[in-house]
């Protein structure tokens, strides 16, 4: 039997005047994980407050992954990586265009 996913609640957004780069963050069991990187493309500014992580284990949550699928849509984002966990969620404001993007991040925690 498969277990639920794990979630945790977090930001993702992009960093101003670094396009295509983002960073997300999540807090989990008191310590801060941060998934952070670049897309294959340039993507407006944008900035999720409500960003949902989807994961199946803690251990998924280190090193380098590639995103292998994801839109940065008019209103929503969803990343999936390479080894499972999924980011997603509402954009706090609409932006003008949806993306379909893939590209690679590092995981780190604090």
């Known amino acids: 039997m498969l277990s639920p ?15 295509g780069h983002f960073s997300a963050s999540f807090y989990i069991s008191e310590m801060l994980y941060s998934f952070s990187g670049r ?4 993507i407006e500014d944008y900035i999720c407050k409500n960003a949902t992580l989807e994961y199946t284990n803690i251990s998924q ?3 380098s992954r590639e995103i292998i699928s994801g839109t940065v ?26 993306n379909p993007v893939k590209g690679t991040g590092i995981w780190t925690q604090n």
């Open 39 to 42: 897309f294959d493309t340039s």
């Open 61 to 63: 949550l280190v090193s």
């Open 5 to 19: 996913p794990l979630t945790a609640t977090g930001t993702i957004q992009s960093v101003h005047g670094a396009s």
């Open 73 to 98: 849509g008019k209103t929503d984002i969803t990343l999936t990586l390479s080894n499972g966990p999924t980011i997603s969620g509402p954009l706090d404001t609409p932006i003008n265009t949806s």
